[in-house]
């Protein structure tokens, strides 16, 4: 497994790329167990009961799927598939029965009790898309010309094309000027 590569700017868009080159992927972090615990361990949301993850990765396949149709549908401007978002949608539900309002930072924020599952991972996931969903910007997704991979660009020109400028961008720009390039 190469290292892992956070570039979606929002959880739900990097856990929709834990899978690479749709449809044929050549690296799945939710391909086992140990691979599902390290990408969260590297997102900053560590699951802590790893016993539980084989359980959980149907599921968190199924929820990583729905969101990368719903926001790549969104990213090129068509409308979200109905039974994706009801997915989404269904996860969020579920994690909002099993969690809790706590003080944090002279606000509010919301949370899940230890310890902390698979199940907790993909409750927050689903948090991180309804609140993309419903607070946007919706209007600044976008997918990788080269990888297909999602990402909320955050640039000042809002002209970003690719997943990361030092993987996808170069290989994109070398293919690109080899092409030019008289033989």
């Not at 190469?2 to 080159?21: H, K, M, P, R, S």
């Not at 969104?74 to 979200?80: F, I, W, Y």
């Not at 109905?82 to 989404?88: A, H, T």
Request: aromatic share 8%.
């Amino acid at each position: 497994m190469t290292a892992i590569e956070l570039v979606g700017n929002a959880l739900c868009l990097d856990f929709a790329n834990t899978v690479n080159d749709r449809p044929v992927a050549d690296r799945d972090w939710l391909r086992t167990p140990d691979e599902a615990v390290t990408w969260a361990a590297a997102t900053g949301h560590p699951i802590g009961d790893p016993e539980g993850v084989a359980a959980a990765l149907p599921e968190a396949r199924t929820l990583r799927e729905a969101i990368y149709r719903v926001f790549r549908a969104l990213a090129v401007g068509e409308p979200p598939p109905r039974p994706e978002l009801d997915v989404i949608a269904t996860t969020h539900a579920h994690g909002l029965a099993q969690g809790r309002l706590e003080e944090a930072d002279g606000g509010f924020r919301y949370s899940w009790p230890p310890p902390r599952t698979a199940r907790t991972l993909l409750w927050e996931v689903a948090a991180s898309a309804v609140e993309l969903l419903i607070h946007g910007p919706l209007d600044r997704l976008g997918e990788c010309d080269s990888c297909c991979w999602l990402f909320l660009d955050t640039s000042k020109n809002r002209r970003r094309r690719w997943c990361s400028m030092t993987t996808c961008g170069t290989r994109d720009k070398s293919r690109r000027y080899y092409a030019r390039r008289p033989s």
